[in-house]
């Protein structure tokens, strides 16, 4: 089915090709006839063998010949000399089967079915494997056989490693080779990972000494042609390897540390409405813990949370992942803050201790051993309502002018303290980074040799990252260069434009988030000429940035208010971790369907959504359709699948996604989803909504 | 460039299914259920499935189920999962599935899983993540899904997943477009994608785009058609479709089509077969190309169909 020329290299005689297919399928079909009736005389057997010498992809003829090597082991009745030359006869049947097409399923497992019944010597495999991986280095059979064989053999992790090492030498450009060797290096990598003081494993020296060597070793397959993507991928893995943190940390929470926080105790953005309206935060006031790395285990046991106002109650903590019900990187609780008739204007000290008590452990087996502590104080605030206070409802505008630049000092918690404490400090990471920066500081000055080409650029932009990385307190440095390299990669390899922009977008984000004057600069007051800005929320505004991918949100789970619209997105996986998100714009960006929108189910608070002027209901081709809890992907049971609205079958993304939440306003025009029974669905699904696309809702 | 020559691969496909006197048909018999399934859905996705015959393909189809359950590549055969599942599929394109005994189905395919979490092709216990893929896609059509140990399954699946973000055919194996479309793809359906990590298995898979906007499926080898479903859909399914040029890939496919003749080669001025046609458009609609409905990637059938499995009375 692979490499034949359409037009034959020569003259097709119709008439024999004709003939040699009537034959062939007389064979098979005398072979059926025997298999069907069990026959397994030497003459039958035989057949097969012709069978599979012609067709080694006959899947029935090697059960056929499985069946006959049974019957006739049980009748030599464990006769050495029988038995081997029943078994020989199979390994030749095998390679002359192999010899017409190497890459045979039926074949190789034929021969390990042989090898199992514990024949043949293993110095004969061997050799034999040897000749296959002459003929093609990449076979991946052969690669799979001698794994199988390497274990029957027990043969040991180093006398493997030294194969790969040869093959490696024979040929730089082998990716099966450089694969394998990382197999057995990150079984035994995993071992170093948790003790780097020990002697992990005979033959294996620290793990910077390991590394250092496989840079050397690997670097020059990258020279030695730039084009050539073996070692692309086991350089990244050795660079991943150099810059993870071995264990879990916390990176940084809501709230942060020190930080003072006002509630207005009476349902703030909601006053006109009736009882059974949605919580702002003073009734369910979100906890967040964002950690470097999945973990598992957070609960009201490994997370301590007191405050003033007798809490005793057992926290539920939920993961913020969308399939993952047991680990995430970002966890979230809520507190319930009882009424303000009975305490106002009081302040309570809360503390929220992290991993005092075992049981939180990442989802590569780490303990979680750096317990934590943030303390926060929290003021409730009766503030009376005032008469007209519906008119606080008025719509959202998204315009430049109903925004005014942040001056500091004005009612809202103290913004700048907050900023210097975004990041968690953790000792851990100053003291293991060493030999780390070490490397990368290397590998860095020699690929600076290879900037004028793809894989040279690529490799400084990300060793540059990765050095950031080792440094989470410090402000990034080389973003410029970082940026510009990764401009121009998008000129250079225009095929993978995207991947650059999408990281060139992060690095960007990076950069913005990194200090707190940048963040400052982008902080607005909504402005409405209806309303004052008293107590309004700070926007912060993302707005025409270009960017593709977002990122950075350890930095981000203050915002209440984000701009993101004019960008090129097409995703906000990650956005679930800014639990008091309550305002939100999406509108110009490049939105294929709802499914993009599962990180909003996760946000409780959201009030107002602008997600017009993008593309969904545009594309045929949904990418996000499995990333979606549906029951596609057997995330969402059927009984959620409410059929009241049966014309929710055409819209079963927006229904999923929107159906819990309590939006207040919702901007969806612009978008080719859009039409009248379009709205209709909307506003039945949605009762809380009060303007839909700028018209109010009855 | 041209276009997509839909009405000829239609003609090569009826053609194709009639075909007794040639050599390669002789020699591909046995896999006669996935012909039909690679034939039949490239119908569907032309808008074309009702020029053929369904109930006699039915008919066929049933010949080929053995007492276990299981079906074959065609009649005589002995049974598979390879063949079980396009049979399963071949029947959801017809709307048929009412004419299964779907409790002896479902009960072949999950008796074929081992302790480990991983699956056999066939009592003859080879045991490959295509298998893995086979058993899960198939149960959810049939809504059985939890007839097997779905966390077992799943364990075994992230053991075949290498340093690379790539997925192999067993432990410590190469990773291979082939496999990680079957890994990916299983993944979605139990709704595991959380495993995968998607930056770096998406770069791996959009640095499959060779030069003349091919794919490959893996490092160093050369582009082919097939991989434009296999790299195609494993992007699609974690959302880094972007990072490839569609429109480079397109170009490609539609090079290696036979426009006289009709049918896809893996390469342009190759031979063309089903399996390579069956890709192609199936690529295309990844695509979006004009005129070819939309394919589920994980499901690899029809979105319409899926829906109608899955969303429909």
Redesign the interface.
């Known amino acids: 089915?692979?490499?034949?020329?359409?037009?034959p290299l020569k003259p097709v005689d119709e008439a024999a090709?004709?003939a040699?297919?009537?034959k062939?399928?007389a064979l098979?079909s005398e072979f059926?006839s025997n298999?069907?009736n069990k026959i397994y005389s030497k003459e039958a057997v035989e057949l097969s063998a012709k069978l599979l010498e012609?067709?080694p992809?006959?899947?029935?003829a090697?059960?056929y010949r499985?069946l006959a090597v049974q019957q006739n082991l049980a009748q030599c009745e464990s006769d050495p000399e029988s038995v081997n030359s029943i078994l020989d006869e199979e390994l030749k049947v095998v390679e002359n089967a192999l010899r017409q097409n190497f890459k045979s399923?039926g074949a190789w497992?034929h021969r390990k079915?042989v090898l199992e019944k514990g024949h043949s010597s293993m110095d004969k495999e061997l050799g034999l494997l040897d000749k296959f991986q002459a003929m093609d280095a990449?076979n991946?059979h052969a690669?799979?056989y001698r794994?199988f064989v390497a274990a029957l053999m027990k043969r040991s992790d180093e006398d493997e490693l030294e194969h790969t090492q040869n093959m490696i030498d024979k040929n730089l450009?082998n990716?099966?080779a450089w694969?394998?060797r990382?197999?057995f290096l990150?079984r035994n990598c995993s071992v170093l990972l948790s003790n780097l003081m020990k002697k992990a494993a005979p033959g294996f020296t620290s793990k910077d000494e390991v590394l250092t060597r496989e840079y050397e070793l690997v670097r020059e397959a990258l020279f030695t042609d730039e084009d050539?993507?073996?070692g692309?991928?086991?350089h990244?893995?050795l660079l991943?390897q150099t810059v993870r943190s071995e264990f879990p940390l916390l990176v940084s929470s809501w709230p942060v540390e020190g930080s003072d926080i006002s509630l207005p105790a009476a349902d703030y953005l909601d006053g006109c409405a009736s009882m059974n309206v949605f919580h702002y935060s003073s009734r369910n006031f979100p906890l967040v813990l964002y950690f470097n790395q999945s973990v598992r285990g957070v609960n009201s046991s490994t997370v301590s949370v007191s405050c003033g106002f007798n809490l005793n109650i057992d926290l539920i903590w939920k993961p913020l992942?969308?399939?993952?019900s047991q680990s995430a990187k970002v966890w979230a609780t809520h507190l319930a803050i009882p009424d303000a008739e009975l305490h106002s204007s009081e302040a309570y000290q809360v503390e929220v201790k992290v991993g005092f008590s075992q049981g939180i452990v990442s989802t590569t087996g780490v303990a979680y051993s750096h317990p934590s502590q943030i303390s926060f104080q929290l003021h409730l605030q009766k503030t009376p309502l005032e008469s007209g206070q519906d008119s606080r409802f008025g719509r959202i505008q998204w315009k430049d002018d109903c925004f005014a630049v942040y001056e500091p000092g004005s009612a809202e918690p103290d913004l700048v303290n907050l900023l210097d404490n975004l990041t968690i400090k953790n000792e851990v990471e100053s003291t293991a980074s060493t030999w780390q920066a070490r490397i990368i500081d290397d590998e860095t000055n020699i690929f600076r040799d290879l900037l004028d080409c793809k894989i040279g650029k690529l490799t400084v932009a990300r060793l540059l990252t990765a050095y950031n990385s080792l440094r989470p307190l410090d402000k990034p440095v080389h973003c410029k260069e970082v940026l510009e390299l990764y401009s121009e990669l998008m000129k250079l390899d225009?095929?993978?434009?995207?991947?650059y922009k999408?990281n060139h977008s992060l690095v960007l984000l990076q950069q913005v988030t990194s200090s707190k004057e940048s963040l400052l600069s982008r902080c607005f007051h909504y402005r409405d000429s209806t309303l004052s800005t008293n107590g309004s929320p700070l926007c912060l505004r993302l707005n025409n940035l270009a960017i593709s991918q977002l990122g950075s949100f350890e930095k981000l789970l203050w915002v209440q208010m984000l701009d993101l619209s004019n960008n090129e997105l097409?995703?906000i996986e990650g956005l679930e971790a800014l639990q008091l998100l309550s305002q939100l714009c999406l509108s110009n960006n490049k939105f294929r369907s709802f499914t993009?929108l599962e990180s909003l189910r996760y946000l409780k608070s959201l009030k107002v959504l602008d997600i017009s002027q993008n593309e969904i209901g545009s594309?045929?081709?949904d990418?996000?359709?499995?990333?979606f809890?549906s029951?596609?992907?057997?995330?969402v049971g059927s009984c959620d699948?409410n059929i009241n609205y049966l014309s929710s079958?055409t819209y079963?993304e927006a229904f999923f996604v929107l159906k819990d939440m309590g939006l207040t306003q919702l901007d969806v025009a612009g978008n080719a989803i859009t039409s009248k029974s379009f709205n209709v669905f909307l506003e039945k699904l949605l009762p809380t909504l009060k303007w839909l696309d700028g018209v109010e809702v009855n | 460039m041209g276009e997509l020559a839909a009405d000829k691969h239609v003609k090569y496909i009826l053609a194709v299914e009639k075909r007794?006197?040639?050599?390669e048909?002789?020699?591909l018999?046995?896999?006669r259920m996935n012909g039909a399934y690679w034939g039949l859905t490239t119908l569907d996705l032309l808008g074309k499935l009702d020029a053929v015959d369904s109930n006699e393909i039915i008919e066929w189809i049933l010949k080929c189920q053995h007492e276990s359950g299981g079906f074959?590549?065609n009649v005589?055969?002995?049974p598979?999962i390879l063949y079980t599942l396009s049979a399963i599929q071949v029947l959801a394109l017809f709307d048929k599935l009412n004419v299964l005994d779907v409790d002896k189905v479902s009960t072949y395919i999950a008796g074929l899983q081992n302790e480990d979490g991983s699956f056999s092709g066939?009592i003859?216990?080879?045991v490959?993540t295509r298998f893995s893929y086979i058993a899960i896609c198939g149960l959810?059509i049939l809504k059985c899904?939890d007839k097997i140990n779905v966390e077992r399954a799943v364990n075994y699946i992230i053991s075949c997943r290498?340093?690379?973000g790539g997925f192999?055919?067993?432990p410590?194996?190469?990773?291979?477009a082939g496999q990680i479309f079957c890994c990916v793809a299983a993944l979605?359906?139990?709704?595991?994608?959380?495993y995968v990590d998607k930056d770096?298995l998406?770069?791996?898979l959009?640095?499959r785009?060779v030069k003349s906007?091919g794919l490959n499926g893996?490092?160093?080898?050369l582009p082919?058609v097939c991989y434009s479903w296999w790299v195609l859909s494993s992007l699609?399914?974690?959302?880094r479709?972007?990072?490839?040029?569609k429109e480079?890939l397109i170009k490609f496919i539609l090079n290696c089509q036979?426009t006289e003749n009709g049918g896809i080669?893996?390469?342009p001025?190759?031979?063309?077969?089903i399996?390579?046609t069956y890709f192609g458009v199936a690529g295309l609609?990844?695509l979006?190309y004009p005129g070819v409905?939309?394919?589920?990637?994980?499901y690899a059938l029809p979105?319409d169909v899926?829906d109608r499995i899955?969303?429909g009375k």
Not at chain 1, 1 to 7: A, N, V
Not at chain 2, 172 to 176: R, V
């Open positions: 089915m692979h490499g034949r020329p359409r037009k090709v004709a040699k297919a009537e062939l399928r098979q059926l298999h069907q012609i067709n992809e006959l899947y029935t090697w059960n499985k399923y497992h079915w990449r991946f690669w799979n794994r450009s990716y099966s694969h394998n990382s197999n990150s050539d993507q073996s692309w991928f086991y990244l893995w991943d992942s969308s399939t993952d225009p095929s993978h434009y995207q991947y999408d097409q995703s993009a594309h045929s081709i990418t996000t359709r499995y990333l809890r029951p596609l992907s057997h995330s699948w079958e079963w | 007794k006197d040639n050599f048909s002789a020699v018999e046995h896999l074959a590549g005589g055969h002995d598979h066939d003859w216990g080879e490959d959810s899904l290498n340093v690379d192999g055919c067993t410590g194996g190469e990773s291979h979605a359906i139990t709704g595991a994608l959380h770096l998406g770069w791996w959009c640095e785009q906007g893996r490092p160093e080898k082919d699609t399914m974690i959302d479709v972007h990072w490839i040029s480079k036979d080669s893996d390469r001025d190759d031979a063309v077969d399996f390579h609609s990844l979006e409905k939309a394919v589920d990637p994980a979105v899926v899955f969303f």
